[in-house]
Nanobody
């Protein structure tokens, strides 16, 4: 089972920026699709952004133009650069790895956008 460890969350004012990181164990990272999901209190977990093994990216409409997902296969790490943060971005952010039948989740990192 792949282990995923997220970091980089915190408290930020509206309009601010944060960069989330997720580092994977094991040897399948470079072949896997990676995603960032978020879950706000009382809401379902939703996909924010994803990046395939080829580098192809997807963004939810709510974050297009503000968030950027990237990956460093040598470091087995996926990043989520979040700019122009809004209060509605407040949630626990989870990293996800998908490779064939393998699905792994991190424990999540809290992002709070508040003045």
């Amino acid at each position: 089972q792949v282990q995923l460890v997220e970091s980089g969350g915190g408290l930020v004012q509206p309009g601010g920026s944060l960069r989330l990181s997720c580092t994977a164990s094991g040897s399948i990272f470079s072949s896997a699709a990676m995603g960032w999901y978020r879950q706000a209190p009382g809401k379902q977990r939703e996909l924010v952004a994803s990046i395939g093994s080829s580098g192809l990216t997807y963004y939810d409409d709510s974050v297009k133009g503000r968030f950027t997902i990237s990956r460093d296969n040598a470091k087995k790490t996926v990043y989520l650069q979040m700019n122009s943060l809004k209060p509605e971005d407040t949630a626990v952010y989870y990293c996800n790895l998908a490779w064939g039948a393998n699905r792994s989740w991190g424990r999540g990192t809290q992002v709070t956008v508040s003045s």
